[in-house]
């Protein structure tokens, strides 16, 4: 055999796992001035597409567990971005929404990308081919509306 198939340089799994660590230490000092960290930058972005949310509906969008967004929620509500609501006529159910200052970021993070872009040296086209190559791996979106 030519290549070795257990070459860790031969993983996509090592590959994949580099190259996340490296994007979100690009977006640290892009992020930085805004004062999210890359996961809050996350539920931020789910948010500016659509708001409220309940919690559960958040996780799914962004492939986390409640358990492990809760905090992240928690500290966006701290820095004045969300507040967190339970349904008066479910209040098994947590909706987070956005505040005045969580919809005022939204112009600001808009740079994001193409600092971003600046940082890699990548295009809008670049990056679509990308992120459409890995979506195999991404699993499936949150298309439904919150109920």
């Not at 492939?63 to 905090?71: D, F, K, N, R």
Request: include cysteine; glycine fraction near 4%.
């Amino acid at each position: 055999m030519a290549d070795d198939l257990l070459k860790l340089d031969n993983q996509v799994c090592f590959s994949l796992v580099t190259a996340a660590r490296n994007v979100v230490g690009i977006y640290r000092p892009v992020l930085a001035p805004l004062g999210l960290t890359h996961p809050q930058y996350l539920v931020m972005l789910a948010l500016w597409e659509r708001a409220p949310r309940s919690l559960s509906h958040l996780a799914t969008a962004l492939a986390m567990e409640p358990a492990t967004l809760s905090p992240l929620v928690k500290r966006l509500e701290t820095q004045g971005l969300v507040d967190r609501m339970r349904r008066p006529e479910d209040e098994r159910v947590l909706d987070i929404t956005l505040t005045d200052a969580g919809r005022e970021l939204r112009a600001r993070a808009e740079r994001v990308p193409e600092q971003i872009m600046a940082l890699t040296g990548m295009t809008v086209a670049d990056l679509e081919a990308l992120r459409d190559a890995l979506a195999p791996f991404a699993g499936p979106r949150d298309s439904a509306r919150d109920q």
